[in-house]
């Protein structure tokens, strides 16, 4: 056999093996809040099934749903459920077919505040008071003779809409609010500011605190838990979602996912921090 030959073969069989470690391909773009389990379980998953690649993005729910309206993902991770319009639009593009929807775990939205702060409660009203900008010290609520400091979300996150139409009822949020690229920045921004104060996730808590929340003023405060967000007493539940397009729930993309909502895919839910969804809603 000739060198030239030789070599020829040698790059060939490498391709083709560089080809079948990843037979096949999975894009996920969504959801901040998601991500961090999102590249859990695609870094699991990866170890389980080496000839699957699943690569996963941010950016925000609406930008994954914008991708998934274009076909530029194959899932959507989204903190929020897709709005009417956002369905028709799919529904419209698909020839009448919706896409595809999975709750995938359970988060209750926390209000976190720096470990610093005395204040352990706080009710739907004060929380609108304070993030619409009327509340702006904390001496209002029973802390501290203090200027607040609001951190938030950008409008293409799912946790931002949430949090505006479950606790704001609708009210933009104050002009001073920090707006953070993602959970991790709000916390990070809490952690250094003694005044701050700002939501997201459950998993995201580390370094500074979740205070109790109640639907109204002196009513039962309660704190974001397992327990609390499974009976639906925590006020900010929900669940987070995975969107499909049909033409794509197939093959390997319908494998990762089911094996998300599997024992062993629910048991990396918990270990990022979420809750994992109850038997009968998988």
Request: positive net charge.
């Amino acid at each position: 056999m000739n060198t030239r030959f030789a070599k020829t073969l040698a790059v060939a069989a490498t391709l083709a093996a560089a080809a079948s470690t990843y037979a096949a391909s999975i894009t996920v773009k969504g959801s901040d809040t998601l991500v961090i389990l999102g590249q859990k379980w695609a870094e699991v998953y990866m170890k389980k099934n080496p000839g699957t690649a699943v690569q996963v993005t941010g950016g925000g729910s609406g930008t994954g749903i914008a991708a998934l309206l274009n076909g530029t993902t194959d899932i959507c991770n989204a903190s929020r459920s897709m709005k009417t319009k956002e369905i028709a639009s799919f529904v419209a593009k698909s020839k009448g077919v919706r896409p595809h929807e999975y709750k995938m775990c359970l988060d209750g939205i926390s209000v976190y505040m720096n470990k610093g702060n005395p204040v352990e409660k706080l009710s739907f009203p004060q929380l609108e008071g304070i993030f619409i900008g009327k509340i702006t010290n904390w001496k209002q609520v029973g802390g501290n003779d203090a200027p607040i400091s609001l951190y938030g979300r950008e409008n293409s996150s799912g946790t931002y809409e949430f949090f505006k139409e479950h606790v704001l009822k609708g009210k933009d949020f104050a002009a001073a609010t920090k707006t953070m690229p993602g959970t991790a920045a709000v916390i990070q921004g809490i952690a250094s500011d003694a005044n701050g104060v700002g939501y997201g996730g459950v998993a995201y808590g580390e370094g500074v605190k979740a205070v109790c929340v109640s639907k109204v003023d002196g009513g039962d405060a309660i704190a974001p838990s397992e327990e609390s967000v499974l009976s639906g007493k925590y006020p900010i539940s929900r669940y987070l979602f995975n969107y499909v397009d049909p033409k794509k729930d197939n093959g390997a993309v319908a494998a990762y996912i089911n094996w998300c909502l599997s024992d062993e895919g629910q048991a990396v839910v918990k270990d990022i921090g979420f809750f994992p969804l109850p038997k009968n809603l998988r």
